[in-house]
């Protein structure tokens, strides 16, 4: 019977997309891990594998189209001996998908919900190819026909078989790998986190009514404005923050910073303030371990690595990569890292596991020539640094006598529901001690 290829949600907030490129064509043999297009959300153009195998019976969606909803059915699948009369009229795959799956379980509730990625499914035809399909108390386990027919081979009770495929469903990949085993209890049910939603308002029509007459161009937002939109407009509205203030002396990490970049200019590596700042709270987040934790709805999540995001500006938007285990990397290391994270966030080129996730962000205006400014958290972080120029200033020296400084000004915003106002300064005096005394940071 048919397979049905429906668009992929290759992130959690992931609701839609462009399906960029068609890497087959109608008639081509298809195998399991085959590339069969590539997908582009509102971050990243990302490669969309095969999970069946068979031949591209029909493509429903012609690449380049916009807007095309997770699980719409994108292309049919055809097994040995079927043809094109086998497929049936397109529908939307929700309206297809059994009872018991249509909230992202199988219909045994067997397997937990799949992970973003590929997602392929059939329709309920009696298979003449393949062994009936099993049932675990009295409902119906969803396996695809080749998965069967492997699993019959192997003598496998299908089961025990946790499906990797849309809603629990078993592909030939998971019988591939699996051994016979004695039956588990299934696990908890888990809810699917939650897409943002725009904040409500004044409707499109009664703003454009307001500049009647008025010359304007309407500007189409795409998915990663959409995105930003509805997510900090969400953390805006829901997480209290509040805010911290310091000013920095940078003028021994400057010296530190030219002595260091002098030599190592013969491995081609230069080192640049947000090099030093990156590290400065990777390792703050050791020393205040109680501040390296995440707000996670009825509980917070306090981590043992200080994992950090950088905000990356791009046409259009911005990215938030992450550098996992920052404390541990010497400067030129993360230097390299943030480089590489920089220049594939501009091309779009990073995968979602390269920038989701990490405990604390830092979101650097001081190559525009800011001074401060506040920034808005990124849920579930706690925390993020604003961090201004560093300029020439008046300040009174240890001495008691006047002087001249390159201060550099940061506002660190704290979620209060994770952080008290004491913890966070601690977080932000501990950064400030170790930009200020940057050689503290090599030991």
């Known amino acids: 019977m048919p397979t049905e290829i429906l668009m992929p949600a290759l992130s959690p907030t992931m609701e839609e997309g462009t399906l960029a490129k068609w890497h087959v064509k109608e008639g081509d043999k298809v195998s399991s891990g085959d590339i069969l297009a590539e997908i582009e959300t509102d971050k990243a153009t990302m490669e969309f594998e095969a999970v069946d195998e068979g031949v591209m019976g029909k493509i429903m969606i012609p690449e380049g189209t916009e807007g095309v909803k997770v699980n719409d059915v994108i292309a049919v699948l055809l097994e040995e001996g079927e043809s094109a009369d086998d497929i049936a009229a397109p529908e939307k795959?929700?309206?297809?998908?059994?009872?018991?799956?249509?909230?992202?379980?199988?219909?045994?509730?067997?397997?937990?919900?799949?992970?973003?990625?590929?997602?392929q499914k059939t329709s309920n035809e009696t298979d003449t190819k393949?062994?009936?399909?099993?049932?675990?108390?009295?409902?119906?386990?969803?396996?695809?026909?080749?998965?069967?027919?492997?699993?019959?081979?192997?003598?496998?009770?299908?089961?025990?078989?946790?499906?990797?495929?849309?809603?629990?469903?078993?592909?030939?990949?998971?019988?591939?790998?699996?051994?016979?085993?004695?039956?588990?209890?299934?696990?908890?049910?888990?809810e699917a986190?939650?897409?943002?939603?725009?904040?409500?308002?004044?409707?499109?029509?009664?703003?454009?009514?307001?500049?009647?007459?008025?010359?304007?161009?309407?500007?189409?937002?795409?998915?990663?404005r959409k995105t930003i939109a509805a997510r900090l407009t969400e953390a805006k509205q829901?997480?209290?923050?509040?805010?911290?203030?310091?000013?920095?002396?940078?003028?021994?990490?400057?010296?530190?910073?030219?002595t260091l970049n002098k030599q190592l200019e013969s491995r081609g590596v230069k080192l640049s303030v947000n090099d030093f700042i990156i590290k400065a709270c990777a390792l703050a987040l050791q020393q205040v371990p109680d501040a390296n934790a995440v707000w996670a709805g009825d509980r917070t999540l306090k981590f043992e690595k200080s994992d950090v995001a950088v905000a990356v500006a791009i046409e259009g938007g911005l990215f938030t990569p992450v550098l996992r285990?920052?404390?541990?990397?010497?400067l030129s290391a993360l230097s390299a890292e943030m480089k590489d994270l920089a220049t594939r966030a501009r091309d779009r080129k990073l995968s979602p596991g390269e920038y989701q996730g990490g405990s604390f962000a830092i979101s650097n205006l001081g190559m525009f020539g800011i001074d401060n400014f506040d920034a808005i958290i990124n849920p579930p972080h706690a925390a993020i640094l604003a961090v201004g120029a560093g300029v020439k200033k008046p300040i009174v020296g240890a001495d008691g006598e006047l002087a001249v400084a390159t201060v550099m000004s940061v506002t660190l915003s704290v979620d209060h529901r994770v952080i008290d106002g004491a913890l966070g300064a601690n977080l932000l005096q501990a950064i400030k001690d170790n930009l200020e005394n940057p050689l503290t940071m090599l030991a």
Do not use: C, W
């Not at 078989?161 to 085993?181: C, E, N």
């Open 193 to 224: 986190p939650k897409a943002a939603t725009m904040a409500t308002g004044p409707s499109t029509d009664a703003v454009i009514k307001m500049y009647d007459g008025r010359p304007f161009e309407e500007v189409k937002l795409d998915g990663m």
């Open 238 to 258: 829901s997480v209290p923050h509040f805010y911290l203030r310091r000013d920095i002396n940078l003028d021994a990490l400057m010296k530190f910073r030219g």
């Open 93 to 119: 795959s929700q309206d297809k998908v059994p009872d018991q799956a249509r909230d992202g379980d199988s219909a045994t509730s067997a397997a937990p919900a799949p992970a973003p990625g590929p997602q």
């Open 325 to 330: 285990d920052a404390e541990m990397k010497s």
């Open 130 to 190: 393949a062994p009936a399909a099993p049932a675990k108390d009295g409902e119906r386990i969803f396996a695809s026909p080749l998965a069967r027919r492997i699993a019959a081979e192997k003598g496998l009770d299908l089961t025990a078989v946790t499906g990797s495929g849309p809603h629990g469903r078993i592909v030939k990949a998971d019988v591939d790998s699996a051994k016979p085993a004695a039956k588990t209890d299934a696990p908890a049910k888990t």
